[in-house]
Each structure stands twice: as C-alpha cells, then as structure tokens.
C-alpha cells in the first residue's frame, strides 16, 4: 500500500466537500420536514416536494461551498 500525504490544499478541499454534503443533506431533510409537518399544507410528501427539497439542498450546498472558498481567501 502506498501511504498518501495530505497537503493543505487537499485538506481543505476535503472540508469544503464534507461541509458541502453537510449543507445539502440538511437542506434536503428541512425541506421535507417542512413540507410533511407545516400546518396548512397537505401532509403528503409528492414528487413535487422531492424536487423542490433537492434543489434547496442543491442551493445550500452551493452557498456553503461559496461561503468557505471566500473565506479561505480563494476566488473563483
């Protein structure tokens, strides 16, 4: 087995990706509960709903990703 050494740059970019799965399961699991538990609404998880909690965890992951690039100092 080759034993393989981190650098720096592949520290962060393994924080920023876990950070990014982080953000985009929460994003995801939010939504859902929201759709399922928000008095009003219809208590049924549809194909709509899945679709909408993908794409705000989808946008969740983007936002924390941009979020810790600007804050590492990186541009885009």
């Known amino acids: 087995m080759i034993?393989?050494?981190q650098g720096p740059e592949?520290?962060?970019e393994t924080r920023r990706r876990s950070a990014g799965?982080?953000?985009f399961v929460a994003?995801?699991?939010l939504t859902l509960?929201?759709?399922?538990f928000?008095?009003?609404l219809p208590h049924v998880i549809d194909?709509?709903?899945?679709?909408?909690?993908?794409l705000v965890g989808a946008l969740a992951r983007w936002i924390c990703q941009a979020w810790t690039r600007k804050?590492?100092?990186e541009s885009e």
């Open 3 to 5: 034993d393989q050494q």
């Open 10 to 12: 592949q520290t962060e």
């Open 21 to 23: 799965i982080v953000a």
């Open 27 to 29: 994003g995801l699991v």
């Open 33 to 36: 509960a929201f759709f399922a």
């Open 38 to 40: 928000f008095p009003g």
């Open 47 to 54: 194909w709509g709903a899945i679709v909408v909690a993908v």
């Open 71 to 73: 804050r590492s100092g």
